[in-house]
T-cell receptor
């Protein structure tokens, strides 16, 4: 079974802090994705990556950056956390090719105070 | 622009009755369509997908979905609902130029005993 793990289930940070969210997948997937989920808005794509050291902006990249130094790991960075970044963050991975489903991690619920 | 719509925020159904969760899409070309389910405080789980071929797709947990090209719909169905089916359901369509998925806003299914 594909396993996607995220470093924290719950995280509380203060405004202005630098925040790292880590995601690791164990199935050698080429693609990795970061989403945020907010009530009534569904899932919105922040960034995605097709390969190591490669990244593409999604729909809402402002205030975020990413890093993919190894194929299995994809990190989301909030350079200076703000209260409007309080949300559920979901990581996903998939094989390359649009017919392949994405596999999701359990999510990190981030609260910025 | 490519998009997917889930017109119902919530669907209520009695246990044992058939259920339908609606999804319509707008893409250029042939769509790749997906359904996911999210249980409370969990990540998304893949249910089923339509890529090509038979319009009726069968998936996990007894769910199925019918692809209707003329109505641009991909409704999720189950002949007999269970209380344990209560969850948040997301429809998604592949972005035709990338491996990204475009998600609907989600439909909360509530199955009453």
């Amino acid at each position: 079974d594909v396993k996607v793990t995220q470093s924290s289930r719950y995280l509380v940070k203060r405004t202005g802090e630098k925040v790292f969210l880590e995601c690791v997948q164990d199935m050698d997937h080429e693609n990795m994705f970061w989403y945020r989920q907010d009530p009534g808005l569904g899932l919105r794509l922040i960034y995605f990556s097709y390969d190591v050291k490669m990244k593409e902006k999604g729909d809402i990249p402002e205030g975020y950056s990413v890093s993919r130094e190894k194929k299995e790991r994809f990190s989301l960075i909030l350079e200076s956390a703000s209260t409007n970044q309080t949300s559920m963050y979901l990581c996903a991975s998939s094989l390359y090719g649009g017919s392949n489903e994405q596999f999701f991690g359990p999510g990190t619920r981030l609260t910025v105070l | 622009a490519q998009s997917v719509a889930q017109p119902e925020d919530q669907v209520n159904v009695a246990e044992g009755n058939p259920l339908t969760v609606k999804c319509t899409y707008s893409v250029s070309g042939n769509p790749y369509l997906f359904w996911y389910v999210q249980y409370p405080n969990r990540g998304l789980q893949f249910l089923l997908k339509y890529i090509t071929g038979d319009n009726l797709v069968k998936g996990s947990y007894g769910f199925e979905a019918e692809f209707n090209k003329s109505q641009t719909s991909f409704h999720l169905k189950k002949p007999s609902a269970l209380v344990s089916d209560s969850a948040l359901y997301f429809c998604a369509v592949r972005d035709m130029n990338t491996d990204k998925l475009i998600f609907g806003t989600g439909t909360r299914l509530q199955v009453f005993p």
